[in-house]
């Protein structure tokens, strides 16, 4: 199987550090290259750069669409979680409709590479990301409200919890654009998402 990933440096690292089976042949894509000929693609900048593959219909391909539903997507996409800390996860999180040609084509892919994965709704954020983001965005708030620093609020969580990362160390690592976008995403529709004033001042300050 020949996989074609188009992806920044930190996300080709995070890629690779899953392992390579034998008989898989990954090649990363740059912009403004031939797209090779392959059995399935992973499109890991789009929201930064928009959809990478637009010439592929007929092949699956994997987007790193957090924020964005499948309804913003090709009919051939299928939406993962790829932000930075999700995708080094030994569970990745995917969102495509149940039992059909496209969800057993993605199943296929994801079994051949040995990644499990976990069918997720069809909503922006997913499922981790939506948590992740409401626990920095309450540690804005936190912040906002002077309660503590943010080194001492970051400890204070992996301490508590157990987290990996404390909540400003997950902003810094996903970036706070994307964190905030998706927060403003949420709040549409319920306006417990809206973001802290400390993060709205954090995203707009010169």
């Not at 929201?47 to 010439?55: S, T």
């Not at 400890?155 to 400003?168: E, H, Q, R, S, V």
Request: one cysteine or more; charged letters at 20%.
């Amino acid at each position: 199987m020949k996989i074609v990933v188009t992806a920044n440096t930190t996300q080709q690292t995070a890629f690779l550090s899953k392992g390579i089976p034998v008989g898989v042949e990954v090649c990363f894509y740059g912009k403004g290259e031939t797209i090779p000929e392959a059995d399935a693609y992973f499109d890991f900048l789009y929201e930064e750069e928009g959809f990478a593959f637009p010439g592929i219909t007929q092949k699956p391909i994997f987007v790193n669409a957090v924020i964005n539903t499948t309804a913003d997507l090709p009919a051939n996409a299928i939406r993962i979680n790829g932000w930075n800390g999700f995708l080094e996860r030994s569970l990745i999180e995917i969102a495509i409709e149940k039992n059909t040609p496209l969800s057993q084509e993605a199943a296929s892919v994801l079994q051949i590479l040995n990644w499990p994965y976990l069918l997720v709704p069809d909503v922006p954020g997913m499922i981790a990301a939506r948590v992740i983001a409401m626990i920095i965005n309450e540690a804005y708030f936190g912040l906002g409200d002077a309660i503590s620093s943010k080194a001492d609020i970051d400890t204070a969580m992996k301490l508590g919890t157990n987290y990996p990362y404390g909540p400003f160390e997950w902003c810094e690592k996903i970036g706070i654009q994307k964190i905030y976008a998706l927060l403003e995403k949420l709040r549409v529709e319920n306006t417990r998402y809206t973001p802290a004033s400390a993060m709205e001042k954090e995203m707009h300050k010169p």
